[in-house]
């Protein structure tokens, strides 16, 4: 063991040298976990001084009589509550506009968030614009928007997730579509992430079993591509701290929380999607998101996720099983899993034992002998078993749709520098191919 740490030592020192990264950063969001969570809002929001309430949400979650409790807990003390329920599912340019306009007009000190993704990813941005102005398209990331970076921090933001996937509430992203360019990017900076995340499972019970699948494949797949990840010394080194990424790829301490993440993936996301009563499997999910949000909110994500967006983004025909009927769009869980085993086929050669150990996570198993389909097998079993889609093919797409498919995946440039091999147009191409049909 000294030998091994000894020589990796000396690999680094090496490295240095030849001007790749050192450093890399450990930052989280501060979670309060644990059934009842939620109810200790109003003590939170007055602990961080904040007098004026933005309460983003989105109608689902009102209705469920979940977003009227929060901004009661919340008034209780003695706070002022204005409510913005209009945050849409798979959020745009345009819905973020809506409420990031209601946020400047609104004269608010601080953001709460209670829904899913969309929800607080929506609080995200309207904190960003309320607090520095401009426009959203400005701090879109490159080469889709202007890539600009916020000059200071944010006014507080507190996060409660309803849904046991995204894991917003420990990452500095946010994520949307751009319908016009027929693409889906993000916003991504330290400062996106939320003050404080309150991970109550109760909120999730009466989640259709069809989000839990897509929620919970996210979980999956964020926690397995941040482990097989380019390493973060095996990267260039950032000219200043202020260009150090995000995502800065595979590093010891993301490796544990991905780690949990994958375990607790395998062990009860398909309890979780047959039985929405099963407390334990509700609550080991929802800690599982947070986990793989921290995860890979240090260490990134690469393939799967650059080849969701224009999956999601280009066609908007879909209309999914268990979401609300308003508009067609594809979850964002299962427009990542879906090229997953494909992607993982194609990295295995880079890090085979890292591609073994997501196997033996996902299964609970001791794996002797793996090989490039040994992980693919695992993820198609698991995608089977929660009901999700079979491949592209099922979301609407076919062989003549790969060529644009690979065009908006090229520009998440942010995340594929994550992967842990080079990743060509070609092989992007034969990814989406291979995805068509997974089974």
Same mark, same amino acid.
């Given at each position: 063991?000294?030998?091994?740490?000894?020589?990796?030592?000396? #690999?680094?020192?090496?490295?240095?040298?030849?001007?790749?990264?050192?450093?890399?950063?450990?930052?989280?969001?501060?979670?309060?976990?644990?059934?009842?969570?939620?109810?200790?809002?109003?003590?939170?929001?007055?602990?961080?001084?904040?007098?004026?309430?933005?309460?983003?949400?989105?109608?689902?979650?009102?209705?469920?009589?979940?977003?009227?409790?929060?901004?009661?807990?919340?008034?209780?003390?003695?706070?002022?509550? $204005?409510?913005?329920?209009?945050?849409?599912?798979?959020?745009?340019?345009?819905?973020?506009?809506?409420?990031?306009?209601?946020? =400047?007009?609104?004269?608010?000190?601080?953001?709460?968030?209670?829904?899913?993704?969309?929800?607080?990813?929506?609080?995200?941005?309207?904190?960003?614009?309320? /607090?520095?102005?401009?426009?959203?398209?400005?701090?879109?990331?490159?080469?889709?928007?202007?890539?600009?970076?916020?000059?200071?921090?944010?006014?507080?933001?507190?996060?409660?997730? !309803? !849904?046991?996937?995204?894991?917003?509430?420990?990452?500095?992203?946010?994520?949307?579509?751009?319908?016009?360019?027929?693409?889906? /990017?993000?916003?991504? &900076?330290?400062?996106?992430?939320?003050?404080?995340?309150?991970?109550?499972?109760?909120? /999730?019970?009466?989640?259709?079993?069809?989000?839990?699948?897509?929620?919970?494949?996210?979980?999956?797949?964020?926690?397995?591509?941040?482990?097989?990840?380019?390493?973060?010394?095996?990267?260039?080194?950032?000219?200043?701290?202020?260009?150090?990424?995000?995502?800065?790829?595979?590093?010891?301490?993301?490796?544990?929380?991905?780690?949990?993440?994958?375990?607790?993936?395998?062990?009860?996301?398909?309890?979780?999607? $047959?039985?929405?009563?099963?407390? #334990?499997?509700?609550?080991?999910?929802?800690?599982?998101?947070?986990?793989?949000?921290?995860?890979?909110?240090?260490?990134?994500?690469?393939?799967?996720?650059?080849?969701?967006?224009?999956?999601?983004?280009?066609?908007?025909?879909?209309?999914?099983?268990?979401?609300?009927?308003? &508009?067609?769009?594809?979850?964002?869980?299962?427009?990542?899993?879906?090229?997953?085993?494909?992607?993982?086929?194609?990295?295995?050669?880079?890090?085979?034992?890292?591609?073994?150990?997501?196997?033996?996570?996902?299964s609970g198993e001791t794996i002797e002998k793996t090989d490039e389909n040994t992980l693919p097998e695992i993820l198609i079993q698991l995608m089977q078993d929660v009901g999700a889609p079979s491949g592209v093919r099922e979301l609407g797409y076919d062989e003549d749709d790969i060529d644009d498919l690979v065009d908006g995946a090229m520009k998440q440039e942010r995340l594929l520098v994550g992967a842990? =091999?080079?990743?060509?147009?070609?092989?992007?191409?034969?990814?989406?191919? $291979?995805?068509?049909?997974?089974?």
């Amino acid at each position: 063991m000294g030998a091994e740490t000894g020589n990796r030592a000396g #690999e680094r020192r090496i490295m240095a040298a030849n001007g790749n990264e050192t450093i890399f950063t450990m930052e989280a969001t501060p979670l309060k976990y644990g059934q009842g969570a939620s109810e200790e809002v109003g003590w939170e929001v007055k602990r961080l001084g904040v007098n004026r309430v933005m309460l983003v949400s989105d109608p689902g979650v009102v209705e469920a009589g979940i977003t009227p409790r929060i901004q009661e807990l919340i008034e209780a003390e003695g706070i002022e509550v $204005e409510v913005f329920e209009r945050a849409r599912v798979e959020p745009t340019a345009d819905s973020f506009q809506e409420a990031a306009d209601f946020a =400047k007009e609104g004269g608010f000190d601080g953001f709460v968030a209670v829904g899913g993704g969309t929800s607080i990813d929506t609080a995200k941005v309207s904190d960003l614009i309320a /607090t520095h102005g401009g426009e959203i398209m400005d701090y879109v990331n490159p080469p889709v928007g202007g890539g600009e970076a916020p000059p200071s921090p944010l006014m507080p933001l507190l996060a409660i997730p !309803t !849904t046991s996937g995204t894991g917003a509430e420990a990452t500095t992203v946010a994520i949307l579509d751009i319908p016009e360019q027929r693409v889906k /990017t993000g916003i991504s &900076h330290a400062y996106l992430r939320p003050n404080r995340g309150l991970v109550d499972p109760n909120l /999730t019970m009466s989640l259709p079993s069809e989000v839990t699948s897509s929620a919970g494949l996210d979980v999956v797949c964020h926690a397995a591509e941040s482990y097989i990840s380019k390493p973060y010394d095996e990267r260039p080194k950032a000219e200043s701290p202020d260009e150090r990424p995000p995502y800065q790829g595979a590093n010891p301490i993301a490796d544990m929380w991905s780690s949990k993440a994958l375990e607790y993936g395998g062990k009860y996301l398909r309890r979780a999607v $047959e039985n929405g009563e099963d407390v #334990e499997a509700r609550g080991a999910m929802m800690l599982g998101a947070s986990l793989a949000g921290i995860g890979f909110g240090s260490a990134g994500v690469h393939i799967p996720h650059a080849c969701a967006y224009p999956i999601a983004g280009l066609k908007h025909e879909y209309q999914p099983p268990g979401y609300p009927k308003d &508009h067609p769009f594809v979850p964002h869980g299962w427009s990542v899993i879906v090229t997953s085993p494909a992607a993982f086929r194609f990295t295995y050669d880079a890090m085979p034992e890292r591609h073994r150990h997501v196997a033996e996570l996902l299964s609970g198993e001791t794996i002797e002998k793996t090989d490039e389909n040994t992980l693919p097998e695992i993820l198609i079993q698991l995608m089977q078993d929660v009901g999700a889609p079979s491949g592209v093919r099922e979301l609407g797409y076919d062989e003549d749709d790969i060529d644009d498919l690979v065009d908006g995946a090229m520009k998440q440039e942010r995340l594929l520098v994550g992967a842990p =091999k080079e990743v060509t147009e070609e092989d992007l191409a034969n990814i989406l191919r $291979e995805s068509m049909e997974n089974w």
